[in-house]
């Protein structure tokens, strides 16, 4: 038996069984590459879902880490700490908003943004108590708590966890008329994914984010924008907004947020909107502790000084050229925006899993998401070579399908 089969052995038996892996057992990354305990080379393709736009040990942001871990790494927020003073407003500039509010996980955010716009509702809208609703889309994905998953339409995610939590609606994606149809005069905010990433890499119509903006803005009700997955350069802008022009009321920001180094997450929102918010009805510990927000910071200050989103569109384009050309017959359609990449397969072909499965035997790393897509999301400062490889794997694994 060898090491890895040993740890997964301990975890199978030690751990929870909520997540189904690849059989890989990693040690060591560093920029596009892992290494796995019996010291087998992998690429990352997969980024950690985007949260890795960077790399693995990005030695800038190491560097902003090391520093302040010697220095403060966590205080409370029962105190101010300089960290997080300078990166809020840093956050909120970049945002091109101004405020912004500092969580741990993904989630969090999302339910911080759900209480902002509840709360807003009632004071700015004058809507009666505990009757705020929120419009939601079908096939969504914005996290595993009770209240998110109460309006998850997936039925793996809601099964055996209710009660759910009530107020919310949903509608179905990608037309601007049942968003319309949908907002009453209880309605406080519509949540939306630009792109929705984990229901298979689904890209709505251009136009289509704009027009949602134009009908939020015209029911005085907030666009609460989640770009958790899409933002911070993975599809080609900063932010998967600036496409269309339509800044949202709230930005929820993570995953990449955090440098690939450690959890953090954000709300950015415009003032009026974030100041529903007084002491003591809202908090984290962690939230905002001057070691994340260093990382932050360094984050924002590589997104400027770096043509990352440049790299995402080359990275993206290079992937649908290539395999677009070697047409491949169990690849039904390549979707995706900058280096956010679904590859859908023909329901006959078995499952995108096996073909995930190949890939690590070949050294290529990526995952599933629904049955039948695979993911390509690479670290947006991979190599041109590194790319190249990659992408030969892939069309290797699918060929033979
Ligand atoms: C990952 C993700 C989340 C949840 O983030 P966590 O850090 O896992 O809580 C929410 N929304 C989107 C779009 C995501 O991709």
């Known amino acids: 038996m060898d090491r890895t089969e040993q740890l997964i052995d301990l975890v199978e038996q030690y751990g929870a069984h909520n997540y189904h892996p690849l059989p ?29 736009n960077f790399g693995h040990q990005h030695p ?30 840093e956050l909120a500039d970049f945002c091109f908003l101004e405020t912004a509010l500092p969580m741990n996980s993904g989630v969090e955010a999302i339910e911080s943004a759900l209480k902002i716009a509840r709360k807003w509702g009632y004071e700015h809208k004058g809507i009666a108590a505990d009757e705020a609703n929120i419009v939601t889309f079908e096939n969504n994905f914005h996290g595993r708590t009770i ?65 949602v903006a134009k009908v939020c803005r015209h029911h005085n009700v907030l666009l609460i ?29 993570g995953k990449a947020l955090g440098g690939g180094l450690l959890p953090l997450s954000a709300v950015v929102a415009r003032q009026t909107i974030m100041n ?10 962690f939230g905002g502790n001057p070691l994340a927000c260093a990382v932050g910071r360094a984050v924002i200050h590589l997104l400027q000084e770096e043509n990352l989103c ?8 290079t992937i649908r050229v290539e395999l677009s050309r070697a047409h491949l017959p169990v690849v039904r359609e390549i979707r995706g925006m900058g280096a956010l990449v679904g590859i859908e397969l023909d329901k006959n072909a078995g499952g995108a899993r096996q073909f995930c ?26 190599e041109k070579h590194e790319l190249a490889y990659g992408i030969e794997k892939v069309i290797q694994v699918l060929k033979r399908g």
């Open 24 to 52: 890989v057992v990693l040690s060591k990354g560093q920029a596009s590459k892992l290494w796995d305990v019996d010291g087998r080379e992998y690429l990352d393709f997969l980024s950690c879902y985007g949260a890795l």
């Open 60 to 89: 800038f942001l190491v560097s902003a880490l090391k520093n302040q871990v010697d220095k403060l790494a966590v205080c409370s927020r029962a105190f101010y700490s300089e960290e997080l003073c300078l990166f809020s407003k």
């Open 147 to 211: 209240t998110v998953i109460s309006f998850s339409t997936e039925r793996d995610y809601r099964n055996g966890f209710g009660p759910f939590t009530p107020g919310f609606k949903t509608i179905p994606f990608a037309d601007v008329n049942a968003v319309d149809a949908a907002i009453d005069a209880n309605t406080v905010a519509v949540l939306m994914e630009p792109v929705q990433a984990e229901a298979g890499v689904i890209v709505p119509p251009a136009g289509y984010l704009a027009e």
């Open 225 to 253: 924008l989640d770009e958790i997955q899409t933002g911070l350069a993975r599809t080609g802008k900063n932010f998967c907004f600036e496409y269309e022009n339509a800044t949202p009321d709230l930005l929820v920001l």
């Open 276 to 285: 529903v918010l007084g002491p003591g009805q809202h908090g984290s510990t």
């Open 310 to 317: 440049e790299r995402a569109l080359h990275i993206g384009e």
């Open 357 to 382: 499965e190949q890939l690590a035997t070949h050294g290529v790393l990526c995952k599933e998401t629904r049955e039948n897509v695979i993911r390509l999301a690479p670290p947006l400062i991979i």
